[in-house]
């Protein structure tokens, strides 16, 4: 029961954090720290990944209208406006899917830890600053979904990479300030991050079940089934408060807030290693 409730907690924090361009890695890693869950490595390893599934499936019911491309007018058909914004989503992930494949376990093994969270979590809270105050008076270049060409799709798609290199990050942050970078609207990059987001989160979930040889008990599978019950419900309430909030503020306080976070996260890691010392 104790573990069920734990479950709920690291929930609530992945449908808050995937959305917000907080990073939802960092979050977890310190919320592991005070609340850990009796379950094995190989499983923990695999819950940080698919509970990101519950937090997908929100996008998906919120944006129904906007990504299912098989109904014209009330009529089965092919709208291919929408198939076009698929073609870009694909495009977009291309490099991130790459490097997921081939380097996926090796990267973690280089990367996963502290300092890198923390690094990244400062040096994209800079720059989340840096960019708003250059945008500042600007007219965006992009201004809908339809807007954003191949190329544009493409370049996101590199930001989204970084992210999956460097935990920390952010993966909704990194491709919210490359679309910035290159003109597009808050609005606009911050769904084209979302529609970005599910075939992100269904092929990095798919790798890391199919790499996996480790059986789960019973009650590990239902940790995983609650966390990801729980991420989904949360996520519809973030996902809402976030483009509600972008429509009247820019993005400058979720970057002070990385800066804070990435320093206490360096601050508490440096301190437990001295005094293990």
């Known amino acids: 029961m104790i573990d069920i409730l734990k479950a709920i907690l690291f929930g609530i924090v992945e449908g808050i954090t995937e959305w917000l361009p907080i990073s939802s890695t960092g979050h977890m890693i310190l919320l592991n720290e005070f609340v850990k869950l009796d379950v094995t490595e190989a499983f923990w390893d695999v819950f940080l990944v698919v509970i990101q599934l519950g937090a997908i499936l929100a996008v998906v019911l919120i944006y129904w209208d906007k990504l299912f491309p098989f109904r014209v007018k009330g009529k089965w058909g092919v709208d291919q406006k929408k198939m076009s914004m698929w073609y870009k989503i694909l495009v977009a992930s291309i490099p991130a899917g790459i490097v997921g494949v081939l380097f996926d376990d090796i990267l973690n093994a280089w990367f996963y830890n502290y300092q890198t969270v923390a690094i990244m979590l400062v040096l994209f809270g800079i720059l989340f600053i840096m960019i708003e105050d250059r945008n500042r008076g600007q007219v965006p270049r992009v201004k809908t979904i339809s807007g ?32 910035l970078l290159i003109g597009v609207s808050r ?8 529609f970005l987001a599910i075939p992100a989160m269904f092929g990095g979930s798919a790798i890391k079940l199919l790499k996996t040889d480790a059986v789960f008990s019973g009650s590990e599978i239902g940790i995983l089934i609650v966390g990801m019950v729980v991420a989904f419900i949360v996520s519809i309430f973030a996902i809402k408060f976030l483009m509600g909030y972008i429509k009247k503020h820019d993005f400058k306080v979720f970057g002070w807030y990385r800066i804070v976070l990435g320093i206490l996260v360096l601050l508490y890691f440096t301190m ?3 005094l293990s010392l």
């Open 148 to 179: 954003i060409g191949y190329r544009t799709a493409f370049i996101i798609g590199v930001f989204q990479l970084i992210a999956a290199v460097f935990p920390g990050t952010s993966r909704s942050g990194a491709t919210i300030i490359g679309s």
């Open 187 to 194: 609005t606009v990059a911050a769904e084209f991050t979302f």
């Open 272 to 274: 437990r290693s001295l």
